[in-house]
């Protein structure tokens, strides 16, 4: 059975940083292209990063050159490393498979961990 648990999320002040992990068990982890997607107040789900099993690495423009995304095939955790954080990235954050088409290929999700940037 599928299960994704995400954690290191918190308050955070402008410009400060934050790691989210995501543990993952019960798919062929390694095969699989790892997103980390959110959902901010009032807004659709948006996939904000993408990881393939190869390590290739794709990013949304608002998130570029802030947020790296890591993964390691042998504990099957995907992170996400955010730095330079800003009051719009507040969102709950959720890791998940991630499709050609940029929606999941499992419908499962997590809980999620809930990012707040604010002064």
């Known amino acids: 059975q599928m299960q994704l648990v995400e954690s290191g999320g918190g308050l955070v002040q402008p410009g400060g940083s934050l790691r989210l992990s995501c543990a993952a068990s019960?798919?062929?982890?390694?095969?699989?292209?790892m997103g980390w997607y959110r959902q901010g107040p009032g807004k659709e789900r948006e996939l904000v990063a993408t990881?393939?099993?190869?390590?290739?690495?794709n990013y949304v423009d608002s998130v570029k050159g802030r947020f790296t995304i890591s993964r390691d095939n042998g504990k099957n955790t995907v992170s996400l490393q955010m730095i330079r954080l800003k009051p719009e990235d507040t969102a709950r954050y959720y890791c998940?498979?991630?499709?050609?088409?940029?929606?999941?290929?499992?419908?499962?999700w997590g809980q999620g961990t809930q990012v707040t940037v604010s002064s």
């Open positions: 990881i393939t099993g190869g390590y290739l690495t």
């Open positions: 998940n498979t991630a499709g050609p088409t940029g929606s999941p290929i499992f419908s499962y």
């Open positions: 019960g798919i062929v982890f390694s095969i699989y292209t």
